[in-house]
């Protein structure tokens, strides 16, 4: 947290209150979208995140979940609280649009991790934070915290408003925006709440590829690739197919959103992907850094192996048979059983002759289990 005293108060000129010279420091920060409120707890949140756990649909995320009520009351955290300042940095211009198809052998990456564009959201902010603290004020930057809801409190501040996806949209961005606030002792004047709302438009229900938005605004994570993507263990079978050339994150839900797509449209085509070879390749220091911004979970360069080889399982080309059919070899039992599925999906004759010579000398259980389950897709793709 900044210090009261790190600042001299500033002068504004005649009649310029803060809340107006806040928002004009957003403008030249280049952020998208500001709106102010109340730092008042949101209990509607904190029963969804109950509810979120208790149904199980939480899967194995913590985040907010861990503890609902700190996560749906700032002044839990900030006994001081008085008001919200919630911004939105508007990414898709920066990050372009995603290739309609990527080749074989290159993962995609969603918008908002193609680059860490947390960075200008979070400059922004501090600039915020540095306007109120020298007006005499105490705060702190929260973005992605597990102490506020950051979506809630957009919402609240008129920033935007609930998406069917649940993602939290604005005018002209759409949803392609990331969200973060300052919980401040300054009492500023709130903002109303947009009155907008999907109107009979479905689409991003629709677009799900696995069904995980179970209700307008209600998204189940154990089916959700973005959580998929960033969950330790194995990516369940019955999911594998529907994550595609994903790497990380999922764009299905934003890139339907009509309320976005003028944005996306008129952005660049971005074709650049992650060389998925490349990641099985590399040794975990480089592979951490260079994915540095992404949540893998405790930071283990293996979970980002992992959702390589479902990538190149579902390019199924002859291509990869070689570089998967090594990972049958691989000390972490987690990968090889991943690599054998993926070697089922491919299943050409070296495929199938790695898939049965592992077979023979595999001695992990579950792995065995997925070069049987391999073994017998690939003969019914024969027989079909
Ligand atoms: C956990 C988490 C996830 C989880 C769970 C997401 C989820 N929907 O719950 C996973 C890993 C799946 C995830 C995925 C993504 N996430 Co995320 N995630 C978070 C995190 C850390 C907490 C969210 C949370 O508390 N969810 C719990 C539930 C209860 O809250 P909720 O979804 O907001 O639910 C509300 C709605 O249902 C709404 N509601 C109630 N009634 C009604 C009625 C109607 C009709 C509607 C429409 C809504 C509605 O009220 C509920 C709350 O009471 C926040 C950061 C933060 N600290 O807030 C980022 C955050 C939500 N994620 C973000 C992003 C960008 C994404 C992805 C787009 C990333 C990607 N491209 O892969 C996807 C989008 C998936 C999706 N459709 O939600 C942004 C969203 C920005 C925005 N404009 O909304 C956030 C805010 C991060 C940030 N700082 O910018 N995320
Ligand atoms: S991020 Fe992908 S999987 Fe998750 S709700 Fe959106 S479209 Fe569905
Ligand atoms: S796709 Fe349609 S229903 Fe879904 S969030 Fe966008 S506007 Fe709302």
């Known amino acids: 947290m900044v210090g009261r005293d790190q600042f001299r108060p500033p002068t504004y000129a005649d009649g310029v209150t803060l809340e107006q010279e806040l928002r004009k420091i957003a403008r030249s920060a280049d952020l998208a979208a500001i709106g102010f409120c109340s730092a008042d707890a949101f209990p509607e949140v904190e029963q969804s995140l109950r509810r979120a756990v208790e149904s199980g649909r939480s899967g194995s995320l913590g985040f907010t979940f861990r503890d609902p009520t700190t996560a749906s009351d700032p002044r839990a955290s900030f006994p001081w609280a008085k008001s919200l300042v ?7 211009a920066d990050s372009g649009r995603s290739p309609e198809a990527t080749e074989p052998g290159i993962g995609r990456v969603a918008r908002f991790a193609t680059d860490d564009r947390y960075v200008p959201l979070r400059r922004g902010l501090d600039l915020l934070l540095q306007a109120l603290v020298a007006a005499g004020y105490r705060g702190e930057v929260l973005c992605d915290d597990n102490r506020l809801v950051d979506r809630a409190a957009a919402v609240r501040a008129g920033v935007g408003w609930w998406g069917k996806s649940a993602m939290v949209l604005a005018p002209g961005v759409g949803p392609w925006m990331l969200l973060g606030s300052i919980v401040t002792d300054a009492a500023l004047s709130p903002d109303d709440p947009m009155r907008r709302d999907c109107g009979s438009c479905r689409a991003c229900i629709a677009a799900c590829p696995t069904g995980a938005i179970i209700a307008p605004g209600v998204v189940d994570a154990r089916r959700c690739l973005a959580a998929v993507a960033q969950s330790p263990g194995t990516v369940p079978i ?7 050339d994903r790497f990380y994150g999922c764009d299905a839900c934003l890139t339907s959103c009509p309320p976005g797509k003028r944005l996306a449209a008129a952005s660049f085509e971005d074709s650049a992907g992650v060389d998925l070879v490349e990641v099985l390749a590399s040794a975990d220091r480089p592979l951490r850094r260079r994915f540095a911004h992404f949540y893998v979970p405790r930071n283990e360069a293996r979970f980002l192996r992992r959702n390589a080889i479902v990538a190149l399982g579902n ?21 090889r059983a991943h690599a054998a599925w993926a070697l089922g999906r491919i299943s050409d004759p070296r495929a199938l002759g790695a898939l049965r010579a592992a077979a023979v000398t595999e001695v992990d259980a579950d792995v065995v289990h997925e070069i049987e389950l391999a073994l017998e897709d690939a003969l019914l793709g024969t027989l079909a």
């Open 86 to 92: 919630v911004v939105g940095h508007a990414y898709i």
């Open 315 to 335: 390019a199924a080309t002859s291509k990869h048979t070689g570089v998967l059919a090594g990972m049958l070899g691989h000390p972490d039992a987690m990968l």
């Open 238 to 244: 019955e999911l594998r197919p529907a994550m595609k």
